[in-house]
């Protein structure tokens, strides 16, 4: 809290941001986009297994976007965090076309979705697995089996409410008459998190990626 209450203070991070960043807890708050007058406030989740095991754990990650550099906070180690700080260091992004800072919420965004897609493969391979291995089996000798085939659609069910959860987000952030930012300029404020046109192109790609979650 007091590290996030000195962020507050050097950014100008509003009240809400601060209350949301407390919310460490998935449960508490759902995933969002908001605009405040100098920044882009984006809370997302990422979900991963925990090692060692077929439990897939979430950490809630809060991105906040100002022109120049994004600030995250978050309570677990994240992947798509890893991830995205080695492909900028490898420089596969043309920087003259997106913004630097807007670069890195894309990519955080892009690679826990990949994520996410990767986990919905494996899914539908083990379901079809276990499908075809129920084939072979005796009616007695079945009972394990559906046990494991319904903790997979379990699984599939709550990657699928993760997917679309995330493209409620995503749409809006495509979209150049984005409502929030209307707001924003009716009320004479300086939307500076205001995304440029081919950052909305880069979240279009991954909107397309979305369309072909395997167990949608």
Same mark, same amino acid.
């Given at each position: 809290?007091?590290?996030?209450?000195?962020?507050?203070?050097?950014?100008?991070?509003?009240?809400?941001?601060?209350?949301? #960043?407390?919310?460490?807890?998935?449960?508490?708050?759902?995933?969002?986009?908001?605009?405040?007058? @100098?920044?882009?406030?984006?809370?997302?989740?990422?979900?991963?297994?925990?090692?060692?095991?077929?439990?897939?754990?979430? &950490?809630?990650?809060?991105?906040? +976007?100002?022109?120049?550099? &994004?600030?995250?906070?978050?309570?677990?180690?994240? @992947?798509? +965090?890893?991830?995205?700080?080695?492909?900028?260091?490898?420089?596969?992004?043309?920087?003259?076309?997106?913004?630097?800072?807007?670069?890195?919420?894309?990519?955080?965004?892009?690679?826990?979705?990949?994520?996410?897609?990767?986990?919905?493969?494996?899914?539908?391979?083990?379901?079809?697995?276990?499908?075809?291995?129920?084939?072979?089996?005796?009616?007695?000798?079945?009972?394990?089996?559906?046990?494991?085939?319904?903790?997979?659609?379990?699984?599939?069910?709550?990657?699928?409410?993760?997917?679309?959860?995330?493209?409620?987000?995503?749409?809006?952030? #495509?979209?150049?008459?984005?409502?929030?930012?209307?707001?924003?300029?009716?009320?004479?404020?300086?939307?500076?998190?205001?995304?440029?046109?081919?950052?909305?192109?880069?979240?279009?790609?991954?909107?397309?990626?979305?369309?072909?979650?395997? &167990? #949608?």
């Amino acid at each position: 809290k007091e590290y996030l209450e000195q962020l507050r203070r050097i950014f100008g991070l509003h009240p809400l941001t601060i209350e949301d #960043c407390l919310s460490i807890d998935e449960s508490e708050g759902s995933e969002k986009s908001e605009i405040f007058d @100098k920044y882009r406030f984006v809370q997302w989740n990422e979900v991963h297994f925990k090692p060692g095991s077929n439990i897939l754990n979430v &950490v809630p990650m809060h991105i906040m +976007l100002f022109k120049n550099f &994004v600030v995250t906070t978050h309570n677990g180690p994240l @992947k798509s +965090l890893e991830e995205a700080i080695l492909r900028l260091n490898q420089r596969h992004i043309q920087r003259k076309s997106i913004r630097r800072a807007e670069w890195v919420l894309y990519a955080l965004m892009d690679n826990s979705i990949d994520m996410i897609l990767s986990l919905g493969r494996m899914l539908e391979i083990e379901v079809e697995e276990l499908e075809q291995l129920a084939l072979d089996l005796s009616y007695s000798e079945q009972s394990d089996l559906f046990v494991r085939m319904g903790a997979a659609r379990t699984r599939a069910a709550f990657l699928k409410s993760e997917v679309i959860s995330k493209r409620e987000i995503i749409i809006p952030m #495509c979209d150049k008459y984005s409502v929030q930012e209307e707001k924003i300029n009716l009320a004479g404020g300086r939307p500076e998190a205001k995304l440029h046109k081919n950052t909305r192109v880069y979240l279009r790609d991954i909107e397309d990626h979305i369309v072909g979650f395997p &167990v #949608c």
